[in-house]
C-alpha cells in the first residue's frame, strides 16, 4: 500500500516540516526477506531542479539495479521544493517501481542535510550499503555494480569513485575548470592528511552503513559540498580503510551546476580547520 505521511524531522539546522511518498512499508520489506535473503543497498539522490535529467537518470539507475540479482535496491530521493516539478516526477517514478522514498522538504536546506536525512531513511529500512550520487548525469549508474565488487573484495567501509586515480577522469570539462578543480582537490588531500586518496571531493561513494554510524554522520555540521570533506575526514579519524575507483565524470547537459566558487572556498575552510585540528592533536600528543 502507498502510504503518504507528514513528519517533523530534527535536522540540525531547524526543524522543518517535510512530506515522504513511499511506497514501501515494513510489511513489504518483510515479505521480501521471507522470499529471499537479499543484502540491501540505498542510493541517496538530492535534487533541485532536476526536473530533465531525473527523467533519464532513474529509468537506467532501476534498469541497472534490476540486474543485481543478488541485491535488493531503494532510492531515496531528496527534493528542496525544487520549482519545476523534480518532486512530481519523483512521485511519478515512485509508484511505477514501488522502490523508491520521496522526501519532499519546503525550501532548499543544503547538500549536507540532504543526505543526513536520506541516510537515515536508508538506515530504516535496513540498507547495508549506502551510495551518494549526484542527480544531474554526472555519475553513471553502469559504475555501480563496480563499486559493488570493490566494497566486498577489498573489505573497504568506504568506496570512492575517483577522477583523478588511474583510468579516472573528466568528460566536457574546460580547461579552467580542470585547473581549479585538480588544484582544490590536491590541497585538499595535505589539509586532511588523506595522501593515499587521489579525489577528496568526489561525490560519487559507496559506504558501508556501519561506517556511516561509526562516524556519526548525523552529527556532521558542514551542510554545502564541505560536508564530503567532513565525512572522509571523520572516515580517516576512524581509521576506516578507504578505497578508490576509476570513474569518468561527465559535465551536466540540462540545468546549472549547484557548486560554485563559494562552495570550493567553503570546502577548503573546512579542510583547514581539519587541518589546524590535527595540528593541535599532534601537540598534544
Same mark, same amino acid.
Given at each position: 500500500?502507498?502510504?503518504?505521511?507528514?513528519?517533523?524531522?530534527?535536522?540540525?539546522?531547524?526543524?522543518?516540516?517535510?512530506?515522504?511518498?513511499? $511506497?514501501?512499508?515494513?510489511?513489504?520489506?518483510?515479505?521480501?526477506?521471507?522470499?529471499?535473503?537479499?543484502?540491501?543497498?540505498?542510493?541517496?539522490?538530492?535534487?533541485?531542479?532536476? @526536473?530533465?535529467?531525473?527523467?533519464?537518470?532513474?529509468? !537506467?539507475?532501476?534498469?541497472?539495479?534490476?540486474?543485481?540479482?543478488?541485491?535488493?535496491?531503494?532510492?531515496?530521493?531528496? &527534493?528542496?521544493?525544487?520549482?519545476? #516539478?523534480? *518532486?512530481?516526477?519523483?512521485? @511519478?517514478?515512485?509508484? !511505477?517501481?514501488?522502490?523508491?522514498?520521496?522526501?519532499?522538504?519546503?525550501?532548499?536546506?543544503?547538500? *549536507?542535510?540532504?543526505?543526513?536525512? *536520506?541516510?537515515?531513511?536508508?538506515?530504516?529500512? #535496513?540498507? !547495508?550499503?549506502?551510495?551518494?550520487?549526484?542527480?544531474?548525469?554526472?555519475?553513471?549508474?553502469?559504475?555501480? $555494480?563496480?563499486?559493488?565488487?570493490?566494497?566486498?573484495?577489498?573489505?573497504?567501509?568506504?568506496?570512492?569513485?575517483?577522477?583523478?586515480?588511474? &583510468?579516472?577522469?573528466?568528460?566536457?570539462? $574546460?580547461?579552467?575548470?580542470?585547473?581549479?578543480?585538480?588544484?582544490?582537490?590536491?590541497?585538499?588531500?595535505?589539509?586532511?592528511?588523506? *595522501?593515499?586518496?587521489?579525489?577528496?571531493?568526489? #561525490?560519487?561513494?559507496?559506504?558501508?552503513?556501519?561506517?556511516?554510524?561509526?562516524?556519526?554522520?548525523?552529527?556532521?555540521?558542514?551542510?554545502?559540498?564541505?560536508?564530503?570533506?567532513?565525512?572522509?575526514?571523520?572516515?580517516?579519524?576512524?581509521?576506516?580503510?578507504?578505497?578508490?575507483? $576509476?570513474?569518468?565524470?561527465? !559535465?551536466?547537459?540540462?540545468?546549472?551546476?549547484?557548486?560554485?566558487?563559494?562552495?570550493?572556498?567553503?570546502?577548503?575552510?573546512?579542510?583547514?580547520?581539519?587541518?589546524?585540528?590535527?595540528?593541535?592533536?599532534?601537540?598534544?600528543?
Amino acid at each position: 500500500m502507498t502510504t503518504i505521511s507528514k513528519a517533523i524531522y530534527a535536522l540540525p539546522e531547524d526543524k522543518r516540516l517535510i512530506k515522504i511518498f513511499s $511506497p514501501i512499508n515494513h510489511q513489504f520489506i518483510e515479505n521480501s526477506a521471507q522470499h529471499i535473503e537479499r543484502e540491501k543497498i540505498a542510493i541517496v539522490l538530492p535534487t533541485y531542479n532536476e @526536473r530533465e535529467n531525473i527523467i533519464t537518470l532513474i529509468p !537506467e539507475l532501476e534498469k541497472i539495479l534490476d540486474a543485481l540479482l543478488d541485491y535488493e535496491s531503494f532510492l531515496m530521493i531528496v &527534493d528542496d521544493n525544487s520549482k519545476d #516539478g523534480t *518532486g512530481d516526477i519523483a512521485v @511519478r517514478f515512485a509508484r !511505477e517501481y514501488k522502490n523508491i522514498v520521496v522526501i519532499r522538504r519546503p525550501e532548499k536546506l543544503g547538500l *549536507g542535510s540532504a543526505y543526513r536525512i *536520506g541516510f537515515k531513511h536508508a538506515i530504516a529500512i #535496513g540498507a !547495508e550499503i549506502i551510495f551518494m550520487m549526484d542527480s544531474d548525469l554526472s555519475h553513471r549508474p553502469t559504475y555501480i $555494480p563496480n563499486f559493488l565488487t570493490c566494497i566486498k573484495k577489498c573489505g573497504a567501509g568506504l568506496v570512492i569513485g575517483s577522477r583523478y586515480c588511474k &583510468d579516472g577522469s573528466t568528460n566536457g570539462w $574546460p580547461l579552467k575548470r580542470k585547473m581549479m578543480s585538480f588544484g582544490a582537490n590536491f590541497i585538499a588531500r595535505i589539509l586532511l592528511g588523506m *595522501g593515499h586518496v587521489h579525489d577528496t571531493t568526489s #561525490g560519487f561513494r559507496a559506504f558501508r552503513t556501519d561506517t556511516l554510524e561509526k562516524i556519526d554522520y548525523n552529527t556532521v555540521i558542514s551542510n554545502g559540498y564541505s560536508f564530503l570533506g567532513e565525512l572522509l575526514f571523520r572516515v580517516k579519524q576512524q581509521k576506516i580503510p578507504v578505497k578508490e575507483i $576509476p570513474i569518468i565524470f561527465y !559535465e551536466r547537459e540540462h540545468g546549472s551546476s549547484k557548486l560554485g566558487k563559494n562552495e570550493i572556498k567553503g570546502f577548503l575552510m573546512f579542510a583547514t580547520r581539519a587541518f589546524f585540528h590535527r595540528l593541535t592533536k599532534l601537540f598534544h600528543l
